[in-house]
């Protein structure tokens, strides 16, 4: 990190930064978890919909019977839970800004354009991969759900339910920033585009374990769903970042 003094920061210096990002990102959750929790009744209906219809539940008894709530507290925590998780959606330009602004932040001043630039990548990037989350929902859930024995009823409590579906749609969101990420450290001359692919194999196999460690789920549909755009993503970004690196030395050569 640079300052106008010494050009560098301090490590306490280093730490009210990280707070001042911190504090600014949840703040701006918590803005637009308000909005999560206005719209909580369209919001579960919206994310239930795999599962089965809450609209139409309402007049046809028992058409959502497997899905039930558990406790006294269980609807009010289910609520707080869509609320933080939409905020954290909605929200995601200003904490995507305020990560880089604190990854990325020793950007002389003409780089820091490129800070815009990530923003405007990073936010349908990170809607890309929770609308892919929500689009291959129906299936993940059908493919788990085929497992339960034909004698036997499967129960699933609301809360496990939406705690599934919110971490698949974060986990894909945040997984498709990886080339933006590539990219602009690319841009601002942190990484070069051979640095970025020369390690192909592990980048690969890290991609690989990543989405087996992190997807909510065990079948291998899912878990390719997210690891062959990841790995596409990867070398799509190392290619770009090469072309910069080569658009960048022919300047030095001009």
């Not at 971490?167 to 498709?176: D, N, S, T």
């Not at 590539?182 to 374990?209: D, H, M």
């Not at 899912?222 to 690891?227: E, I």
Request: proline residues 6%.
């Amino acid at each position: 990190m640079t300052t106008e003094d010494s050009g560098r920061m301090s490590l306490l210096e280093h730490f009210r930064e990280l707070r001042k990002r911190v504090v600014r990102a949840a703040l701006s959750i918590a803005i637009f978890g308000v909005l999560g929790w206005i719209f909580y009744p369209k919001i579960v209906r919206i994310l239930t919909k795999p599962v089965c219809d809450l609209s139409r539940a309402a007049s046809t008894p028992h058409h959502c019977g497997v899905l039930y709530i558990d406790g006294v507290l269980g609807p009010l925590n289910l609520q707080i839970s869509v609320a933080i998780v939409t905020g954290v959606i909605l929200s995601s330009p200003i904490w995507l800004y305020q990560l880089w602004a604190f990854v990325a932040p020793a950007l002389h001043r003409r780089e820091k354009k490129y800070s815009i630039l990530f923003i405007a990548t990073a936010t349908p990037f990170f809607a890309a991969g929770a609308a892919l989350a929500y689009w291959i929902l129906p299936v993940a859930i059908k493919v788990l759900l085929g497992f339960t024995p034909t004698t036997l009823t499967n129960l699933i409590k609301f809360s496990d339910y939406l705690t599934f579906v919110l971490h698949l749609i974060l986990v894909f969101g945040l997984a498709f920033e990886l080339p933006v990420f590539l990219v602009a450290l690319n841009f601002a001359g942190v990484i070069s585009g051979r640095s970025i692919l020369k390690p192909w194999r592990i980048a690969v196999f890290g991609i690989t374990l990543f989405s087996a460690t992190f997807v909510p789920t065990s079948d291998p549909f899912t878990m390719g769903v997210l690891a062959l755009p990841l790995v596409g993503f990867y070398f799509l970004a190392g290619g770009i970042a090469l072309l910069n690196d080569r658009r960048r030395a022919a300047k030095r050569e001009e």
